[in-house]
């Protein structure tokens, strides 16, 4: 598992003080993208010197508790499967007291930078996901 931790801020709030819903996909970009620095996976500049770009093909989230502005987030990252050329990512946000306040999947698929085409999953991130369990 790999956490991250974070605080809701203003632009991660709707008028009422309270976590706009698109947020919580935005989290966990952040979370996976600092994930696989944490591995020397760091995510290329651009598609022209990427080595394999990961595209997310189905995303899904529910909202368990109520997330306001000031709340101190722990996002939990886990690897929930990995198959030939797909993976999927299991998120859990926990609160400054514990609660679990959300979940989200993300299932992502490896493509070739130049083509767009499915290619297998590169072993590196094979091996990093399958750590994740």
Known sequence: M????MTIQLHHADAYGILFFANQFL??????QAWMSSEGMALAKNRQSARFV????HAESDYLA????GDQIEIRLQNVA????????GFTFVNQHGTTVGRARTVM????????????VPDMLREALESLR
Not at 27 to 32: E, Q, R, W, Y
Not at 66 to 69: G, R
Not at 82 to 89: A, D, E, Q
Not at 109 to 120: E, F, G, L, N
């Open 2 to 5: 790999f956490t991250y931790s």
């Open 54 to 57: 990961a595209v997310v093909v």
């Open 66 to 69: 109520t997330v306001e502005l």
């Open 27 to 32: 989290f966990c970009h952040d979370v996976f």
């Open 109 to 120: 698929v490896a493509i070739d930078p130049a083509t767009s085409k499915k290619v297998p």
């Open 82 to 89: 990995v198959g030939t050329t797909s993976f999927t990512n």
